[in-house]
């Protein structure tokens, strides 16, 4: 069983104005466990950014409750607070001229003196966390001369010298590259498996959470949250739901988004596998949805089968152009569709 690290009941979050409250969720519920990576995820102005703060301590809840290791997450005193989570925002510290190992060693500040002086167990989690986020050969770099992704395991590298048992995350994967992007969750991912803390981060990757994340927090506009595993979500086909008016149809096979493509007319095809759901992708650009060659029609495409690589495009019971590429095969159709 494992422990209890973060929990949330009926939680309401949103703004204080002078006529009262702006809520931009309500109802909200949910538990993180011991060395669980969570991913939040939701459209733009669901909330996410709000809920991160709010859970962070930047900003108090509305109503509900809201427990850390069992204690009111919204009266723990802010020295306290740093004791228990390690925060790595959107909006990153700007310290000129400071090295790798500056920069990380700022983690270690909950821990020491009035003069802000390291003991050698302060350096030696210093030197861990850089070496755990891979950028031990860094340590001497000035920030500036970083990459993003780098400087994302800077970043993370801090939060790691903390050393809290919960590490909050918000969007630690935007304006990267994919394979930055996958490193970086890989590395959250890692850090959550090995030294059992706590990790929630908000994303706009699906894709990647749904493969990397222990739990799922599905925040629709206005809440509540859906919780779950990704695997637990797809049988409920939760993402569907959630993003169901967006224009794109999600595939719980594949875990992946499909955008909506108007179809005007149709086209029969006979064969399947992988060169059926190229063919498919490449008319829906233009419009054209293939359906199955069940009945003869007065034109049809044929996928290659074994031992013929061409696709063949039928017309009135003759064969009228026969190509290897799919581009080909789709402008010798069109000609006669159109």
């Known amino acids: ?45 669901s909330g996410k950014s709000t809920l991160i703060r709010t859970l962070s301590g930047f900003q108090l809840a ?10 009111n ?19 990153r510290i700007d310290v000129p001229n400071a090295t790798v190992e500056e920069l990380v060693s700022l983690g270690r500040s909950p821990f020491t003196n009035l003069m802000g002086r390291l003991s ?29 992704g780098e400087k994302q395991k800077v970043f993370i590298a801090k939060a790691l010298a903390q050393d809290t048992p919960l590490i909050i995350l918000d969007e630690p994967t935007a304006f990267l590259d994919l394979p930055a992007r996958v490193e970086i969750i890989q590395l959250l991912r890692e850090i959550a498996m090995t030294s059992s803390k706590s990790i929630l981060m908000s994303t706009h990757d699906l894709d990647l959470a749904i493969q990397m994340a222990d739990k799922l927090w599905l925040l629709p506009k ?13 049988l409920q086909n939760a993402f569907e739901k959630l993003f169901v008016e967006r224009g794109v149809e999600f595939d719980n096979k594949t875990g992946l988004f499909k955008v909506k493509h108007k179809h005007d007319r149709e086209l029969a095809v006979k064969g399947h596998g992988f060169e059926y759901v190229l063919l498919r992708r490449a008319f829906a650009r233009r419009g054209i949805k293939l359906t199955q060659a069940n009945d003869q029609k007065d034109i049809w495409l ?25 581009e080909k095969i789709v402008e010798h159709t069109l000609t006669y569709l159109n």
């Open 62 to 71: 509305i109503s509900g409750e809201g427990t850390i290791l069992g204690k």
């Open 1 to 45: 069983m494992k422990q209890s690290i973060l929990h949330i009941n009926e939680l309401s979050i949103g703004y204080k104005r002078k006529n009262g409250h702006l809520h931009v969720c309500d109802h909200l519920n949910a538990e993180i466990g011991s060395g669980e990576l969570i991913c939040l995820l939701g459209e733009n102005g």
């Open 222 to 234: 206005g809440g509540p949250l859906i919780t779950g595993t990704p695997e637990d979500l797809l």
């Open 302 to 326: 044929e996928i290659p089968q074994k031992g013929n690589a061409h696709f063949n495009l039928h017309k009135e019971g003759k064969m009228v152009a026969s190509e290897t590429t799919v």
């Open 120 to 148: 050698k167990n302060d350096k030696k989690v210093v030197a861990e966390s850089i070496e755990k986020c891979g950028i031990k050969h860094k340590a001497n770099e000035q920030l500036s001369n970083l990459s993003d």
């Open 73 to 91: 997450l919204f009266s723990i005193k802010e020295k306290e607070m740093a004791l228990l989570t390690a925060v790595v925002l959107t909006d």
